[in-house]
């Protein structure tokens, strides 16, 4: 079964600051897909970013980006120049190439301070 | 409204009362599926469905009957619910043909059982 870790319950940064959250994910398969998803408080799961394991340029979306370690099995978020709109709980998920089912974090709360 | 839709959005019931949660997409989506989200986990896969008619289960399917007649509605039913169905329950479909491709939520529907 594959699993995915968020080690950080909670995290904070400044507006305009940059912030990373870490995820990290636990397969044996080869090709797979890992997604970014934000949850604000009115708990509408929102895709943020999402990355194909067999491409290794990262994927960025304005100021989101990430830094896929396929080898670290890592897969962290970046968020640049935050925006007190990115406060909100962020879910790192896992789906293998012949899956059907996301894989979910437990998740990250970003709080974004003026 | 295009998109994908869930009804009610809140509910309350009682132990032992059958409970059928609506969800709605107007994208002619292939895929949809059954997320439950509860404190301190991710979301977690109840049922999926490949196409009207076809569905299977997810991780968490226990107490829980889903059917696909059409391929825009895909309900939930709790046969007899219990309080450990209180849960906020999330419906989501995929923009493509592949299983693979990004899933898309609906606004989620928050149970509460007595």
């Known amino acids: 079964a594959q699993t995915v870790t968020q080690s950080q319950p909670e995290m904070s940064v400044q507006e305009a600051e940059t912030v990373t959250l870490s995820c990290t994910y636990d397969?044996?398969?080869?090709?797979?897909?890992l997604f970014w998803y934000k949850q604000p408080p009115s708990r509408q799961m929102i895709l943020v970013i999402r990355?194909?394991?067999?491409?290794?340029q990262n994927a960025t979306e304005n100021r989101f980006s990430v830094n896929f370690q396929k080898a670290a099995k890592s897969f962290s978020l970046k968020i640049s120049d935050s925006q007190l709109g990115d406060t909100a709980m962020y879910f790192c998920?896992?789906?293998?190439?012949?899956?059907?089912?996301?894989?979910f974090g437990k998740g990250t709360s970003l709080l974004v301070t003026p | 409204d295009a998109g994908i839709t869930q009804s009610p959005r809140y509910k309350i019931t009682e132990t032992g009362r059958q409970v059928t949660l609506m969800c709605h997409q107007t994208?002619?989506?292939?895929?949809m599926f059954w997320y439950r989200q509860d404190l301190g986990h991710g979301l977690r896969l109840i049922y999926y469905?490949?196409?009207?008619?076809?569905?299977d289960k997810g991780e968490v399917p226990d107490g829980y009957v889903v059917s696909r007649s059409k391929t825009e509605n895909f309900p939930l039913t709790l046969e007899s619910a219990t309080r450990s169905q209180t849960s906020v329950y999330f419906c989501?479909?995929?923009?493509?043909?592949?299983?693979?491709?990004?899933?898309?939520f609906g606004p989620g529907t928050r149970l509460l059982v007595l």
């Open positions: 990355q194909e394991a067999y491409k290794q």
């Open positions: 994208w002619s989506h292939s895929y």
């Open positions: 989501a479909s995929t923009e493509g043909l592949a299983v693979q491709e990004t899933q898309y």
């Open positions: 469905s490949a196409a009207a008619d076809i569905t």
């Open positions: 998920a896992f789906m293998k190439d012949s899956g059907y089912a996301l894989n």
């Open positions: 397969t044996s398969e080869s090709n797979y897909y």
